[in-house]
Nanobody, 121 residues
Framework: LQLVESGGGLVQAGGSLRLSCAAS????????MAWFRQAPGKERDFVAA????????SYADSVKDRFTISRDNYKNTADLQMNSLKPEDTAVYFC???????????????WGQGTQVTVSS
């Protein structure tokens, strides 16, 4: 499974961005998908996850009620809608795939290259 993120950029605090993760390869709808982020000098942190059917989601407390993860198994995409962005959301955002939802980055087998999100104050 190959993953490619898009949609990152520079936005002012309070603004919105939508990240998209396009997957190529077989059986996308058998994988659980997640978004992680990594700021300079920090560990890769869990942001959100969605199960294979889209029926179950999980969020980090820091983004709950601001970010929404979704997927389209016909288009082979997994998106992250980010609203009310804060400067502390600045990071490289990665999408990941695994058979099983997890908040731990080391549980995920497939990764995209990442997309930069910068939130200015």
């Amino acid at each position: 499974l190959q993953l490619v993120e898009s949609g990152g950029g520079l936005v002012q605090a309070g603004g919105s961005l939508r990240l998209s993760c396009a997957a190529s390869g077989p059986m996308f709808d058998s994988y659980d998908m997640a978004w992680f982020r990594q700021a300079p000098g920090k560990e890769r942190d869990f942001v959100a996850a969605i199960n294979w059917s889209g029926g179950r989601t999980s969020y980090a407390d820091s983004v709950k009620d601001r970010f929404t993860i979704s997927r389209d198994n016909y288009k082979n995409t997994a998106d992250l809608q980010m609203n009310s962005l804060k400067p502390e959301d600045t990071a490289v955002y990665f999408c990941a795939a695994n058979t099983g939802m997890s908040v731990f980055h080391y549980d995920y087998d497939y990764w995209g290259q990442g997309t930069q999100v910068t939130v200015s104050s």
